[in-house]
């Protein structure tokens, strides 16, 4: 069994920061890439930041330059660091990770529940 679980949404206003932490737990053998994504009601889910096992980042156009994704191999864990956070952040955002497991021979995609971030005066 491996499980996902986000923290660190909240309320926050236009210009401020939140840190969103993804901690994946279980029968780990091995994680390649980690991800962050969001969906704004209405909208789809869309990609907003991966990391692939060796640390190399890829963002979205809207997000670049505001905020950094992170992680710690040796704990598990991914982070996005959010700043000077806008209206049209607001979403529920997602961490998944391509994990294989102990005990299987290939990859599986994994998400997590999801975190509210709200951007509001």
């Known amino acids: 069994q491996v499980q996902l679980v986000e923290s660190g949404g909240g309320l926050v206003q236009p210009g401020g920061s939140l840190r969103l932490s993804c901690a994946a737990s279980g029968s780990i053998f091995t994680i390649n890439s980690m991800g962050w994504y969001r969906q704004a009601p209405g909208k789809e889910r869309e990609l907003v930041a991966l990391i692939s096992s060796r640390g190399g980042s890829n963002y979205a156009d809207s997000v670049k330059d505001r905020f950094t994704i992170s992680r710690d191999n040796a704990k598990n864990t991914s982070s996005l660091q959010m700043n000077s956070l806008k209206p049209e952040d607001t979403a529920v955002y997602y961490c998944?990770?391509?994990?294989?497991?102990?005990?299987?021979?290939?990859?599986?995609?994994?998400w997590g529940q999801g975190t509210q971030v709200t951007v509001s005066a």
């Open positions: 998944n990770a391509v994990i294989k497991p102990y005990h299987s021979d290939t990859y599986h995609l994994y």
